[in-house]
């Protein structure tokens, strides 16, 4: 188990790498879109609005005219936070890599459990694979499928989360689990 321990951090730390390339270079402004900063600021101004953090459909109710109303659009799925924050702070970084080590201890519980019956690496890169794109087919492209997201963000996103867990699944194979049959 400490051989899990140890290549989940080393895996979560690929991962991290991983998500700097992706989310921290220029490379990531090519998934999303950004409006005018007045535009912004008004819809801003508007959030100010709501009850509660959370996430909000707009429009959204069961009366004929909340339902005109999303019929004509626009529409949008808000996840909102009224206590505002840092735009670069540094403890979502932390808990950012906790989310990874854990994501890859749970991928390597999964080689944990197969290695026994499957010894070669590539068997195991299948495991690896199938089960990032198993995940990541369910959680991400749900999104633009239930909740109206949009397909490029979540593309974006959705590739990103099968390379970093196929390279913690790599890492985890290569060097953290039995590599040949205990001797009988």
Known sequence: MGRLLVGSLVA???????GFLFYGTPMFSAAYRTAPLE???TVQEALKAL?????YFIP???DEAAMAA????PTAMIRVSLQGSEMMDPMVMVKGFI??????FLLGLLLYRVAPKIWDFGGRMAVVVLASLAVVVFARLGEPIWFG?????TLYVAVTDVISLVVAGFILAKWFLPR????S
Request: aromatic share 8%.
């Open 12 to 18: 979560a730390a690929a991962m991290f790498v991983i």
């Open 39 to 41: 535009t912004q600021m």
């Open 51 to 55: 009850p509660a953090s959370g996430t």
């Open 60 to 62: 959204m109710g069961e």
């Open 70 to 73: 999303h019929r004509a659009g």
């Open 99 to 104: 989310h990874m080590a854990v994501s890859a």
């Open 149 to 153: 997201a949009d397909w490029p963000f």
């Open 180 to 183: 040949s049959h205990p001797a």
